[in-house]
């Protein structure tokens, strides 16, 4: 059953709001003043937000951006309001809609993403300018916007959201990455960091405004919450719309309690609603694996991740995580159905066979009351296609996306494209991208000194070339240092074995014990007799894949630091299990120490006492 998230290892404590009462076919229910309409709902427990035209099949929230209209209400009369994306209000009449409703007299077009109504005539004619317009305040937009606005252009930002951040707003977790790219920090911060850049530097940021057209010129259409609309012509135009989570069908996939990873991502971390309390992820890339971690952290279960591939297609590090805290992540293994009447109460998964076929008799249920899709992003070009930009076919970038040089500039050569519209990747490849777009566009208008401007791209272009380097090939997998005891005063325990792009377990020890070098995408190397055991490295490992062991304090004894960013954080004196990195129960083990986080959202660190000779297995806590 959906409920309220009120405390959180990373977020916190749910904020203080002001109550405020909506009524959802006629019953009054409480909602927190702002939230949107479809999470207001989810916290009520309340599943079933529309009912299909033909069938009367009920649809809930799959998207929770504003992008498939699954969530469409009638709200105080009106029709088709995507109430995932806008706000409740005091008295706010909710209806659940039957079918496709219909427009009042009068509006020529759908509400827009967050609720307004386009309007037509003179109001739509009103026209503004920018030197160079963004569209887009992701973290490719916001870097475009900072670099066209240092180069001294005017700039002007725009996004449909009202929070800045793309994606990056609801990242909870610590991205990898070394120190030009916010390595260690929180997805959410990142965002931050960049809007108060912006705001420095005097970018004029629209939000929430949908662009909802874009015409030679370049002119694009816009719309404002308040249902205003206007034209903006732009002299240059850097597009960095982002991409879109796919679907995939089988039985039962339309039911409420099926839905996008991303989409209980937002619930979760922007909303602070959990979609579910028993989960079936269905993917196991990066965002499967995130997604899972971050469910697991606002307090559902999962029941399994479910991978087609006959390997994990995320990082390691990652599937080592879910792994510990006992979540099965079974490979060559799908969804074969949705169970349920009016919303998800089940699932049935089955086995693959070499050729992809299910293997018979391998089906089984499993009890779930969320089913979440991690099966890839799309590119969202519906404005380059507007454009009628030349595109371009490359599965390695996420299918088909605009042509474009190495500044960035697409057929047009007054428009750019930057971040997850050009290829999808990572958010530090997208901040790299806007930086070539921005200096690229304000460049083409005059602006900027040329040496500047080029020194500019090619730092930005050659950090790419780091982060795009060989990261999954590598020299195999190095020996494990193993805890041996005797004199060591401490041993780092680096289970890391993919070159990941990331650094900070080098840039945390102060003693030169765990190194990386100039290259982020080598294998940490570590030197154990150079280990005070200050455990700086446990907390600052963004992958949450350093443990620290040493001898003690009883003979016999060893104790293991391992990070820790779940509720409850345990007390010194508190006994359990140690469990080992599968999450199964190993020996009794001891809270001997704990470090909690010096700063919101950081990363804690629990020192457990557990016999020596489990040292090498024990990395997990069960209280
Ligand atoms: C679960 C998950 C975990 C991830 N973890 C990491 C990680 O650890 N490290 C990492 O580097 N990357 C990570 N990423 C990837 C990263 O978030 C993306 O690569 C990055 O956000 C792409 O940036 P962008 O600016 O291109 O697009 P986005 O961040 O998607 O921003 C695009 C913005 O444009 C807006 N927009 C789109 N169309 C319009 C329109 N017509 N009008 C107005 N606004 C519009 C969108 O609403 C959005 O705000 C993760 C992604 C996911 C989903
Ligand atoms: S415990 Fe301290 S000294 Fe040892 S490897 Fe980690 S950061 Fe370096
Ligand atoms: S061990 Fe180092 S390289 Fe690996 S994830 Fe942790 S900080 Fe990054
Ligand atoms: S549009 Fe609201 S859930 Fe997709």
Not at 383 to 390: T, V, Y
Not at 563 to 577: F, H, I, N, Q, Y
Request: net charge neutral.
């Amino acid at each position: 059953m959906p409920r309220r998230i009120t405390s959180h290892p990373v977020l916190g404590k749910l904020p203080q709001a002001e109550l405020v009462t909506i009524y959802l076919d006629g019953e009054p229910l409480a909602a927190r003043e702002g939230e949107p309409i479809a999470a207001a709902l989810l916290a009520a427990g309340r599943r079933v937000l529309r009912r299909s035209e033909k069938l009367n099949e009920p649809r809930g929230v799959f998207c929770a951006i504003g992008r498939c209209t699954d969530c469409a209400m009638t709200v105080d009369g009106r029709p088709n309001v995507r109430t995932c994306v806008t706000p409740v209000r005091d008295g706010m009449r909710i209806e659940t809609q039957r079918g496709l409703g219909s427009f009042p007299a009068g509006v020529a077009s759908a509400a827009s993403p967050m609720g307004a109504v386009v309007p037509t005539g003179e109001a739509a004619r009103a026209t503004q300018r920018a030197e160079v317009a963004v569209v887009g305040a992701g973290p490719a937009g916001l870097c475009a916007a900072i670099e066209a606005a240092k180069a001294g252009a005017q700039v002007m930002l725009l996004d449909e959201n009202d929070r800045p951040g793309g994606q990056l707003v609801k990242q909870i977790h610590r991205f990898f990455g070394t120190s030009d790219h916010h390595a260690g920090v929180r997805g959410y911060e990142i965002g931050q960091r960049l809007l108060d850049e912006v705001r420095v530097l005097g970018v004029d940021v629209r939000l929430p405004t949908v662009v909802w057209g874009a015409f030679p010129g370049p002119v694009l259409g816009c719309a404002t919450a308040e249902g205003e609309s206007h034209a903006l012509t732009a002299e240059r135009l850097i597009l960095a719309t982002g991409a879109s989570e796919l679907a995939v069908a089988f039985p039962g996939w339309t039911l409420p309690g099926v839905m996008g990873a991303g989409a209980a991502q937002t619930l979760m971390n922007l909303h602070r609603v959990l979609p579910g309390e028993r989960v079936l992820m269905v993917g196991s890339g990066n965002v499967g694996l995130i997604v899972a971690f971050q469910l697991l952290q606002a307090g559902a279960r999962i029941a399994a991740v479910v991978e087609v591939a006959p390997q994990v297609g995320g990082w390691e590090v990652h599937a080592d995580r879910v792994r510990r805290a006992g979540v099965p992540i079974l490979t060559q293994h799908t969804v074969i159905e949705a169970l349920g009447k009016d919303h998800v109460t089940g699932a049935v998964i089955g086995q693959l066979d070499e050729g992809g076929e299910l293997r018979p008799g391998s089906e089984r249920r499993l009890r779930a009351d969320l089913i979440c899709l991690a099966v890839g992003l799309r590119p969202q070009t519906q404005l380059a296609g507007m454009l009628d930009l030349e595109m371009t076919h490359d599965p390695r970038r996420g299918g088909r996306v605009p042509a474009r040089d190495e500044r960035m500039r697409s057929s047009d050569e007054r428009v750019y494209v930057a971040g997850d519209l050009g290829a999808i990747s990572e958010a530090s490849i997208a901040m790299e991208e806007g930086r070539i777009a921005g200096r690229a566009a304000a460049a083409a208008l005059g602006y900027g000194e040329d040496g500047e401007t080029e020194r500019v791209i090619e730092e930005a272009g050659r950090r790419i070339e780091v982060l795009q380097g060989d990261v999954r090939g590598g020299e195999g997998r190095p020996r494990r240092i193993m805890f041996t005891g005797g004199a060591a005063r401490a041993t780092p325990v680096v289970e890391c074995y993919q070159r990941i792009p990331c650094d900070p377990c080098e840039a945390a020890c102060p003693t030169g014990a765990i190194r990386v070098g100039p290259d982020p995408t080598a294998l940490p190397t570590v030197e154990p007799a150079r280990c005070t055991g200050c455990l700086r490295c446990v907390w600052a490992c963004p992958g949450m894949a350093i443990f620290v062991v040493r001898p003690g304090p009883e003979p016999g004894e060893a104790t293991i630091a391992i990070p820790w960013e779940w509720l409850p954080l345990p007390k010194a004196g508190t006994m359990g299990r140690g469990c080992d990195r599968a999450g199964r129960s190993v020996c009794k083990a001891r809270v001997v120490r704990v470090l909690p986080p010096r700063e919101a959202g950081q990363t804690a660190v629990v020192e457990l006492a557990v016999n020596a000779r489990h040292a090498n297995r024990v990395r997990g806590f069960m209280m």
